[in-house]
C-alpha cells in the first residue's frame, strides 16, 4: 500500500469553570486540514481502475491523482459549543419535602462545521473538477441531555433524558457527484426518449384450433401505470410513470449513487430516556 494521509490543526478553547455559581461552558474553534493521495486504502482501485476504466482519449486507464488532495474527511473548520447548569440538592422552590429543581443538571452541546469535500463527476461518474474540488453545504446541530438525581428507599438514581438533534435539522450528509444536491442527479428526461408505441395488458400467444388467436396477459403492462384505464399504456404514460418512479428512487434518503456515502442527511431529532441506579 503506497498510499498516505497527512492531518494537522489547531485548536482554540474558551473555559468557564464550574464555580459557586450554576453555569459553566466552553467554547471551542478547530482549524484542520486532511491531505493525502487516497482517502482509504482500496481507493485507487475500487474508483480510479474499477469504476473509472480507461480513457477513451488515450486507451490507458485514468491517471491516478500524483499530488496531494483534499480527502473526503477534510471538515476545515468546527465550532463547538457546551453549556451546562448544575443546580445542587438545595435549589428552587419546594414542594413539601419535594424540590424539582434539586440535584437537576442540563447540558446543551452544539456543533457547528463545514463540509467535507466530494469531487464533481458527470453522468457517467467521470471526474469533472478537481479531485475533492467541491464542498458539501456547512451543518449544525444541538443535542441536550437532563439529568435529575433522586433518592429512593435509600437507593441513588437518576433519570436521563437525551434528545439528539434538538431542533430536528436536515444536514446534509451525502451528495450526488453530478448536482452537489442530496435529492437530486440532475437527469433531464424527455418525452422522446419514451417509444410511441403502446404497451397492451394482453399479447397473442398461439392460435386455437379455429385459428384464432389466443391472447394471454402482457408481462411488460401495469395497472399501475394504465392512468387512464384504457388496458394499454401509451407514450405520454410511459413518461409520467417513470418520472414518478425515478423521483421516488432519488428522493429515497438512503439511495445509492451519494458520495461518500449513502444517507442523504444526518439522524433527524432522536430521545433516549434511561433510569440509573447507584449501589
Known sequence: NAEYGNSKGVEITLQKRPGKDIFFGKLAYTLSIAKGTASDPLEGYSFWY????????????????????????????????????DFDKDFGPAI??????????????????????????????????????????????????????FNLWGVSLSLNWEVLNIFNRKNVANVFPQTGDPMSQGEYITLDQFSATPIPDSVSYTRDSFGNPVKVPNPYYSKWRDLNGDRKIDQYEKYITYLEARKDLVTDPYSGGREPNTPAYEGPRRMRLSLVFSF
Open 50 to 85: 474499477y469504476t473509472m476504466g480507461t480513457d477513451p482519449a488515450t486507451g490507458k486507464p485514468y491517471p491516478y491523482p500524483s499530488r496531494d488532495n483534499y480527502l473526503e474527511f477534510d471538515q476545515r473548520h468546527t465550532i463547538s459549543l457546551s453549556t451546562n447548569f
Open 96 to 149: 413539601g419535602k419535594f424540590r424539582p429543581l434539586s440535584d437537576l443538571s442540563i447540558n446543551f452541546l452544539t456543533n457547528i462545521r463545514s463540509g467535507q469535500p466530494y469531487t464533481k463527476k458527470d453522468s457517467k461518474s467521470r471526474p469533472i473538477s478537481e479531485y475533492n474540488g467541491a464542498r458539501m453545504p456547512w451543518g449544525w446541530n444541538t443535542d441536550m441531555l437532563m439529568v435529575k438525581g
